[in-house]
């Protein structure tokens, strides 16, 4: 079946430094995917959808500046965590809809972000 | 808004015993429910899915039937293995393509 990868699977950075997680489609074309944080023990939240070839789409409350989104090409999608903080830690997970559409997702494994 | 709420875990079962993960859901409009499964350093998997109201979706033994009068979409299974361990999240896809999640629920099955 399809897969979708991320890279890192965690990553431990200082306050104040940028951290870039990556999101492959391996298998299939993603024109569109979608990044999610997930708090512990609290659900994933939509954060934005990236769409290859224009700007992502930002969930209210989503800071765009802080969270840069890049669809580089049709199987990457990059997060980039910008002057991060001790509260932007947590768990971030993509995924890419496949061809049949929106209702059936294939999701990366996750990228666990501490900033300390 | 939209939402979803899931039974806390974690739960604990003996093998070949029965599972039931309630799952109740917040929507306007006719969305569509999901259920995923995370195995430990995988993905989200799909593992059913019903889109309209009294659908039963069902696999590997798992079944869960949409219920709009009581809002829920609970998640059962007659006989776990231990090859069930994993966490299991309860979704809803609304109207306007946007999933909204439960908190997830871990299960470990026991020999």
């Known amino acids: 079946g399809a897969v979708v990868s991320q890279h890192p699977s965690w990553v431990i950075c200082k306050s104040g430094t940028s951290v870039k997680i990556e999101c492959r489609s391996l298998d299939f074309q993603a024109t569109t995917m979608f990044w999610y944080r997930q708090f512990p023990k609290q659900s994933l939240m939509l954060m934005a959808t990236?769409?290859?070839?224009?700007?992502?789409?930002?969930e209210q409350g989503v800071e765009k500046d802080k969270f840069l989104i890049n669809h580089a090409s049709l199987t990457l999608s990059t997060l980039t965590v910008t002057s991060a903080h001790p509260e932007d830690s947590s768990f971030y997970i993509c995924?890419?809809?496949?061809?049949?559409?929106?209702?059936?997702?294939?999701f990366g494994p996750g990228t666990r972000l501490t900033v300390l | 808004g939209d939402s979803v709420t899931q039974m806390e875990g974690p739960v604990t079962l003996s093998e070949e015993a029965f599972l039931t993960i309630n799952c109740t859901y917040t929507a306007t409009g006719y969305p569509s429910l999901f259920w995923y499964v995370q195995y430990p350093g995988e993905g989200l998997q799909l593992l059913l899915k019903a889109t309209k109201a009294d659908d039963k979706g069902s696999n590997k033994g798992f079944e869960a039937t949409y219920r709009k009068e009581t809002t829920s979409f609970h998640l059962e299974k007659g006989s776990v293995q231990v090859s069930d361990s994993a966490v299991y999240f309860c979704a809803l896809l609304n109207t306007g393509n946007q999933f909204y999640f439960g908190t997830g629920t871990s299960l470990t099955v026991i020999p």
């Open positions: 995924s890419a809809p496949n061809a049949g559409g929106t209702d059936t997702q294939y």
């Open positions: 990236s769409n290859e070839g224009s700007k992502a789409t930002y």
